[in-house]
């Protein structure tokens, strides 16, 4: 039987990462990943071993361990060094006693086995059959977005929600945002499944509140990181108070899919224009309301967009700009 490894940071795991573990799997009968995770890291080895998991859960030949070390006591690069590669491998030897393979996209592999006196085989050290490395992703997430497999994408896909109540130009404002930073949309459930305000059941809520999460989590692994939302959750919860008088209970993964970066208000105080479907223009301020106190409830903090219809697009622009450049630096350093 042959038991290999291979080991990496995995921050963040990728495709490259990927086509790495099947080469691995073609030439060994068992193999461990191993996710070296350092104290000086912002994203735990345990996030980084679900990603792997969940993309290989359907192999029983594979299992993801983490090595949680600290960088005092362990160095933490990946320059090619006889001297580092000793160390590393001196330590792998203690966790793999009775292993025989190593498997690396790296010129330090051979190193690492020559070491342990195990055997090393290379895959794609140029980058060439992937052309990614998590170093590419860290810089730039937008440009190497289609490299990350859909687990990882959960975790940093960019979430922008437009809320406010009926007739304040969500819609609008979602696809001209959409247009303008070429992303993801998910425009609100409740207008495909609700076709009257005037008209519907409670029971229509949970039905909206469902396939708006499924929309959101279908979006994530489209072709951009940045996703523009129409409406949310707690616009949904807000719905059900006010017209129902009722409290709608919500299953914690709808309100996981719903969570976002960025939250974008729009005010009422605009002109109201009455498509035969919407509430009447007083009850659609009362709504207003109902909306902001819900939102006060749950602690959602927004950014509200007021004036003419110019100026709250220039302002969200310059907060999804923002919110971008902010992300850009502070996710992982």
């Not at 691995?24 to 461990?32: E, G, R, V």
């Not at 070491?115 to 794609?124: G, L, N, S, V």
């Not at 902001?292 to 409830?297: A, H, N, S, W």
């Given at each position: 039987m042959i038991k290999a490894f291979v080991f990496g940071k995995f921050l963040p795991f990728?495709?490259?990462?990927?086509?790495?573990?099947?080469?691995?799997?073609?030439?060994?009968?068992?193999?461990?990943?191993?996710?070296?995770?350092?104290?000086?890291e912002k994203i735990s080895?345990?996030?980084?071993?679900?990603?792997?998991?969940?993309?290989?859960?359907?192999?029983?030949?594979?299992e993801v361990e983490i090595l949680d070390y600290l960088e005092s006591e362990l160095p933490n690069t990946s320059v090619t060094s006889l001297q580092v590669?000793?160390?590393?491998?001196?330590?792998?030897?203690?966790?793999?006693?009775?292993?025989?393979?190593?498997?690396?996209?790296?010129?330090y592999g051979k190193l690492v086995a020559s070491?342990?006196?195990?055997?090393?085989?290379?895959?794609?050290i140029p980058k060439k059959e992937v052309p990614v490395s998590a170093t590419a992703v860290r810089r730039d997430i937008f440009a190497n977005?289609?490299?990350?497999?859909?687990?990882?994408?959960?975790?940093?896909?960019?979430?922008?929600?437009?809320?406010?109540?009926?007739?304040?130009?969500?819609?609008?404002?979602?696809?001209?945002?959409?247009?303008?930073?070429?992303?993801?949309?998910v425009l609100e459930a409740g207008r495909d499944i609700i076709a009257n305000s005037n008209s519907f059941s409670f029971d229509d809520l949970h039905l909206v509140a469902k396939e708006h999460a499924r929309r959101i989590d279908q979006a994530i692994?489209?072709?951009s990181p940045l996703i523009i939302i129409d409406t949310d959750i707690h616009i949904t919860k807000s719905y059900s108070r006010y017209i129902f008088q009722k409290e709608l209970e919500i299953d914690m993964e709808i309100y996981k899919s719903n969570s976002a970066s960025l939250y974008l208000y729009l005010d009422n105080n605009v002109e109201y224009v009455q498509d035969g479907t919407r509430l009447n223009e007083l009850e659609r301020n009362l709504l207003d309301r109902s909306h902001?106190?819900?939102?006060?409830?749950?602690?959602?903090?927004?950014?509200?967009?007021?004036?003419?219809?110019?100026?709250?697009?220039?302002?969200?622009?310059?907060?999804?700009d923002t919110l971008i450049a902010t992300i850009q630096e502070s996710r992982f350093s």
């Open positions: 990728h495709k490259g990462h990927e086509a790495m573990i099947n080469f691995a799997l073609s030439k060994c009968d068992f193999l461990t990943i191993l996710v070296c995770a350092s104290d000086k080895g345990t996030v980084r071993k679900t990603w792997i998991e969940e993309s290989f859960a359907k192999r029983k030949n594979v590669s000793e160390i590393w491998a001196n330590v792998f030897k203690k966790r793999f006693p009775d292993y025989s393979l190593v498997i690396t996209s790296e010129e070491f342990m006196h195990i055997e090393h085989i290379a895959f794609d977005w289609k490299f990350l497999p859909n687990s990882v994408k959960a975790d940093f896909a960019i979430k922008i929600v437009l809320l406010g109540t009926e007739s304040t130009g969500k819609t609008t404002l979602a696809k001209k945002l959409v247009e303008h930073f070429n992303c993801g949309l692994s489209g072709n902001r106190q819900v939102l006060k409830e749950n602690n959602v903090s927004f950014v509200e967009l007021s004036g003419n219809w110019a100026e709250r697009y220039e302002k969200a622009v310059e907060q999804v």
